[in-house]
Structures are given as structure tokens and as C-alpha cells.
């Protein structure tokens, strides 16, 4: 990665002490890049070849308004992602607005009353606990139709073994819920190694069991997908890594026939499953989006590590530090304290392609019980595989940075949140 300093001196003004900071941090991440680069291009080789094999042709571009019927466009798609997650079937709509939306549906699509939901990495993200019941009453929540709940922690940042095969053993457990992100924490995120092991590991002790993944800010990380190791279900955002900056909005859900045709019923209505749903002109953001998605997540992830190396080398605790394996694209940097927090945040806005002349305080935001501090100055709103600084503002004050659709971005906004917080 070469980055013209001297421009970085000449348009931002930064001194001399900053400039050699970050010119340090990229001579000392080399190696690192270049994994991520093999990372890359194994991953837009398999995205490529998806759409080769699946013969995307221009008219697959063209929109279908009403009910969407014979939408061979979006079908298109449906068939590329399945390959690209090596699954058999999937579901990508622009009418699920949001990650949350997309995991709902397949926590409902499967779940009946009765059931019992296993979540296997602790507390799921905070927008998911009052999908399941775990926070919240009255809005229709998983519990209050009768599924029932349990979860184990994770265990020094791998699972916890021995009470999964317990719980297991003990009772019939529909569905066990695997979130690979960190998300506001600062676990680890779960590897497709591990995903890989624990899933062999249930499906032992129960065949039937659905084991499904939260796989926000996962995707194109590492070569392989959680569907690709056993996993019978997975959904995500397409204003995270998968839409490649490039999509509005939607969300996916891949994985196993049965199941994806179930969520589809969810998602639309009842018998009528995949057959409708109108892609209103947005299938080429959709496509194009997916086909740039490994080279921007590889942006974000260079970001993330050149972030990782020069806030620790300031002092801060980061998690995972800049030479830990990553599979997502989060950065965890913990300031301990709330004002260094929410100038950090204002600082990386300023580095932003849009908006960059605002500055971000925190906010009630629908679906979170603190308020939250958001830098994101993208094209689409919301986005965070461009880039996007987000807190909850809570001890310990952990600010999470991700994405940037050029490495560059990234390193403007992280040198001018140093200069923030620097003033202090
Ligand atoms: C982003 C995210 C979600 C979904 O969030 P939305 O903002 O609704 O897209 C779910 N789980 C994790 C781990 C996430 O990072």
C-alpha cells in the first residue's frame, strides 16, 4: 500500500509528528496487507466466477415494479449469492430495510411457539434483544409468541463446550444462534474455524438442530462463509459488506432450501414465498455492489489494522490488535473516557466524503437502550462499510470504527480524530 504523504501534508495540514506516525504504522503492517490482499482476491475470483456461471446478462438489469413476478434479475441474484456462500438457496431483498430486519425474519421465519432458541455467543446484538424478548414488551417479540430463549457465554473467547452439550442433552433445541461479529462488546469475534468446530460439534450431539448466523460485517473477511462449514443458515445486511457501498438498501438470507423458503413466506406472506417482491430498478446496485465487496471490504479491513497499530501505539487498548486474525471488519478502541469517546467519533466525521462539516452527538436511537454517537458521512444512510465510527455511550467508552471504500479515507479521518483528541 503506498500512500503519497506528501499530498497528506499538502491538502490536510497534518504536522510533521502525525505524518511520521502513520508512515511508521504502514511500514510496520506490510505483511498483514498482503494477507488481506490473498484474502481478497481468492474472494473476487469466487464472486466473478458466480456471476460466469449464473450467465449475468445485461437485460438481468432491467426493473419489475408491482408484484415482482418473474423477476429473472433478481432471481439472478439469488442464484449468485448461493454460490458465493456455496449454499443451496437464498433470499436477497431490498424490502428488509437492515441486518436487524433480515435476522428477524429468519429468527421468525423458523422459530414456531414452543421452540427453544439457543444463543451460543452470550447476549445477541442490542437491536436483536427485544426482537427475541430479552429487553422490551408489547412490540410482538419472539417470546410473546411463545419461543423460548436460553444462551451460554462465550468462554475465553471460544464457546463454551461443555454447557452447549449439556443444554444439548438435556433438551430438544431448535435453533442455535451464532453471531460472528463482535458487535458493542469487546468478545472476539468468532472465526469460520471456530464456527466450523462448533457446528460439527452440535450437529453430533443433534442432527435436527438449525444452526443459524448473525454474519453482519463478516462477509469477505476470510475465504470462506459460515454456510460453507456447516452452518444451515446465515443473513446480513446489504448496507454492510456484501452491497459494497454500492446498494441502498436490503438485506440476505442463504443457506438450506427448506429454510430459506420458509423465511421467504416470513418476509412476504404466507404461500407466497419467493415468487414475488419487486426489485423496482435496483438490481444492478445489488450486482455491482457484490462484485466490488471484497475489494472494499479489504479497504476496510487496511483501515481497521492501521487504526489497530497507531491508537495503541498512542497509549489506547484496541481490540483485536493490529496483528490478531480478523473475521470482521471492526475496530474496538477503548477510551475510558466519554469525552475523548465522542471527540474521536466527531473527528473521524471530518474525515467522511459527505457531511463531513457536521459534527455528531449522541442520540436516542430507535432499538438501543443508551444513546449512541454515530461518525458516517457516506453516500447511503447508515452505511457502515464506508466510513463509520459508532458508540454506545457507556463505561468503557468504546468506540467502534469501521469501513472506508478507499484506504485513504480511512487514514484522513484517523489522523484528524487523533488531532481531536490530541487537543485535549
Ligand atoms: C449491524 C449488525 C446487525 C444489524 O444491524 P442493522 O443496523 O439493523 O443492519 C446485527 N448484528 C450485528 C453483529 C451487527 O453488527
Known amino acids: 500500500m503506498e500512500i503519497d504523504f506528501e499530498a497528506l501534508k499538502k491538502f490536510y495540514n497534518f504536522d510533521m509528528e502525525l505524518i511520521a506516525l502513520a508512515q511508521q504504522a504502514i511500514e510496520n503492517v506490510k505483511e498483514i496487507f498482503e494477507k488481506i490482499d490473498r484474502v481478497k482476491s481468492h474472494n473476487q475470483l469466487k464472486i466473478l466466477n458466480a456471476f460466469h456461471k449464473n450467465k449475468l446478462s445485461y437485460t438481468h438489469l432491467n426493473k419489475t415494479d408491482g408484484y415482482g413476478y418473474s423477476d429473472s434479475g433478481r432471481d439472478v441474484i439469488e442464484r449468485i449469492y448461493s454460490d458465493v456462500f456455496g449454499c443451496e438457496d437464498s433470499l436477497v431483498r431490498i424490502q428488509f430495510i437492515s441486518g436487524t ?16 432458541l439457543l444463543s451460543i455467543c452470550g447476549k445477541p446484538y442490542d437491536t436483536l434483544q427485544k426482537v427475541i424478548g430479552i429487553k422490551g414488551g408489547g412490540c410482538g417479540s419472539l417470546l410473546e409468541f411463545g419461543v423460548r430463549y436460553e ?32 458487535g458493542y462488546s469487546l468478545r472476539g469475534s468468532v472465526s ?4 466450523k468446530q462448533i457446528t460439527q460439534f452440535i450437529k453430533d450431539i443433534s442432527q435436527d438442530t438449525i444452526v443459524m448466523v448473525d454474519n453482519c460485517y463478516g462477509e469477505f473477511v476470510e475465504e ?57 430498478g435496483f438490481n444492478k446496485e445489488i450486482l ?91 453516500f447511503v444512510q447508515g452505511t457502515s462499510l464506508e466510513l463509520s465510527c459508532d458508540a454506545p455511550v457507556r463505561e468503557p467508552f468504546v468506540a467502534y470504527l469501521q469501513g472506508s471504500s478507499s484506504f485513504e479515507i480511512g487514514v484522513v479521518g484517523i489522523l484528524k480524530a487523533i488531532e481531536m483528541i490530541r487537543r485535549m
Open 288 to 378: 455491482q455492489g457484490l462484485l466490488f465487496a471484497p475489494h472494499i471490504v479489504s479497504e476496510s479491513l487496511k483501515v481497521a489494522v492501521f487504526a489497530a497499530y497507531i491508537m495503541e501505539k498512542m497509549g489506547y487498548e484496541v481490540f483485536p490488535r493490529y496483528d490478531e486474525h480478523r473475521t470482521d471488519i471492526i475496530q474496538s478502541i477503548v477510551f475510558n473516557n466519554e469525552e475523548k469517546l465522542i471527540r474521536f467519533c466527531q473527528g473521524i466525521q471530518k474525515g467522511c466524503p459527505v457531511d463531513s462539516n457536521v459534527l455528531p452527538e449522541p442520540w436516542d436511537m430507535p432499538g438501543y437502550s443508551h444513546k449512541v454517537i454515530m461518525a458516517a458521512g457516506g
Open 224 to 280: 470462506k462463509e459460515p454456510t460453507e462449514v456447516g452452518a444451515d443458515l446465515i443473513a446480513g445486511s446489504l448496507i454492510k459488506n456484501p452491497g459494497g457501498t454500492i446498494a441502498s438498501c436490503g438485506g440476505y438470507i442463504a443457506g438450506r432450501k427448506d429454510l430459506v423458503e420458509m423465511c421467504a413466506d416470513r418476509l412476504n406472506t404466507p404461500g407466497m414465498g419467493k415468487e414475488v417482491g419487486p426489485s423496482l
Open 151 to 182: 444462551e451460554v457465554e462465550l468462554k475465553e473467547d471460544n464457546f463454551d463446550y461443555d454447557k452447549i452439550e449439556n443444554l444439548l442433552k438435556r433438551q430438544k433445541v431448535k435453533a442455535v444462534f451464532i453471531q460472528r461479529s463482535r
Open 101 to 116: 430486519q433480515a435476522i428477524s425474519t429468519m429468527l421468525f421465519g423458523i422459530l414456531r411457539p414452543g421452540d427453544l
Open 192 to 195: 469460520i474455524e471456530k464456527i
